[in-house]
């Protein structure tokens, strides 16, 4: 599985976009980008995922470079409860495993 | 609502004791894991199974044994706690191959 860095720690003020970059510059043709936070005190969370397109949920939007060797997570509008620890993770489609790192903490501030 | 619950919240424990940390999902999935999570280091790997009775090792699988009889209950075991055992365990479980893995709350243990 690929490795990915991230920045341990981001600000941004509430109302604005806060954009989380990913750095997995050994990524293979077949793992796919994926996205989870963890709020204070509870299990990850899901947010979205992609191979090579831009994507975009309800909760987020993922930016994936034309080379796929990093990518940015986008909240739109954070607000107070986006304060987390949000993960990158890339992971095969033929593999069970979800390796974690250390994730980046998204202080959103008032 | 779609669901994987840990059987304790918090958990204090002696040394040497042996400690089961339970896991159940009500979704019908094949895939189950345990984590563990300590500051600094995020989530790391312990086991998981693709199965009932299968399971593989993950990262750090020393200390550490599981059990799936069930498919819908997934067991990590500390067969001897020891202090450095003192973690958040996470358990998550997915469909093969599927998109999103679901987490459990957590169960934070103290070995004392």
């Known amino acids: 599985d690929a490795k990915t860095t991230q920045p341990p720690s981001m600000d941004c003020a509430e109302g604005r976009a806060a954009n989380l970059p990913c750095n997995h510059s050994?990524?293979?043709?077949?793992?796919?980008v994926y996205w989870y936070r963890q709020i204070h005190s509870q299990g990850p969370q899901y947010i979205i995922h992609?191979?090579?397109n831009n994507e975009t949920n309800e909760m987020a939007s993922l930016i994936i470079t034309e080379d796929r060797k990093s990518s940015t997570l986008i909240l739109p509008h954070a607000t107070l409860r986006d304060t987390a620890v949000y993960y990158c993770?890339?992971?095969?489609?033929?593999?069970?495993?979800?390796?974690f790192g250390t994730g980046t903490r998204l202080k959103v501030l008032a | 609502d779609v669901k994987v619950t840990q059987s304790s919240r918090y958990l204090v424990k002696r040394t040497g004791e042996k400690v089961f940390l339970e896991c159940v999902q009500d979704?019908?999935?094949?895939?189950m894991f345990w984590y563990r999570q300590d500051p600094g280091l995020g989530l790391r790997l312990i086991y998981f199974?693709?199965?009932?009775?299968?399971?593989e090792k993950g990262d750090i699988p020393e200390g550490y044994s599981v059990s799936r009889e069930k498919k819908e209950r997934f067991s990590l075991i500390l067969e001897s706690a020891s202090t450095n055992q003192t973690s958040m365990y996470l358990c998550?479980?997915?469909?093969?191959?599927?998109?999103?893995?679901?987490f459990g709350q957590g169960t934070r243990l103290t070995v004392v």
């Open positions: 998550a479980s997915t469909r093969p191959w599927d998109t999103e893995a679901f």
């Open positions: 050994t990524i293979s043709g077949n793992e796919y």
């Open positions: 992609g191979l090579k």
């Open positions: 993770i890339v992971r095969s489609s033929g593999t069970y495993k979800y390796i």
């Open positions: 979704m019908d999935h094949e895939n």
């Open positions: 199974s693709y199965d009932v009775k299968m399971k």
